[in-house]
């Protein structure tokens, strides 16, 4: 990621996530423990058997990401139609869509890169 991107996250408050050394989970992996968080309950279900709890604290633990602050977009739906109206798409992309933007030479703003 180009040095002026990595001043951006750093700009809005997000220099912590700039740390993270880049690992090898296969994205197959990723994608699959993705589709078993439940968003409304805060867990990551397995089989409906094997229950992780995810909160605050336990990312804050984990990841070492802060745990205080304001809830960034509280409305899903909201959210959802505030990404799609920005980026001009009719649809969510998958996670990649976005880290392609972010490597890739193409000029954003700073609200596009941080968003």
Not at 12 to 41: A, M, N, Q
Not at 68 to 81: D, F, Q, T
Not at 101 to 106: H, I
């Amino acid at each position: 990621m180009a040095i002026g991107r990595k001043d951006v996250i750093s700009k809005y408050g997000f220099e912590h996530l700039l740390k993270f050394e880049k690992t090898e989970f296969p994205s197959h992996f990723t994608r699959w423990i993705v589709g078993c968080v439940d968003t409304i309950s805060s867990q990551i279900i397995i089989d409906d058997q094997k229950i992780i709890s995810l909160s605050k604290e336990s990312v804050h633990l984990v990841l070492g990401l802060p745990n205080s602050g304001v809830v960034a977009m509280p409305n899903k739906e909201r959210g959802r139609s505030f990404i799609m109206s920005r980026f001009n798409l009719s649809e969510i992309p998958n996670v990649t869509f976005f880290g392609n933007m972010l490597t890739s030479e193409e000029d954003l703003s700073d609200e596009n890169t941080f968003i």
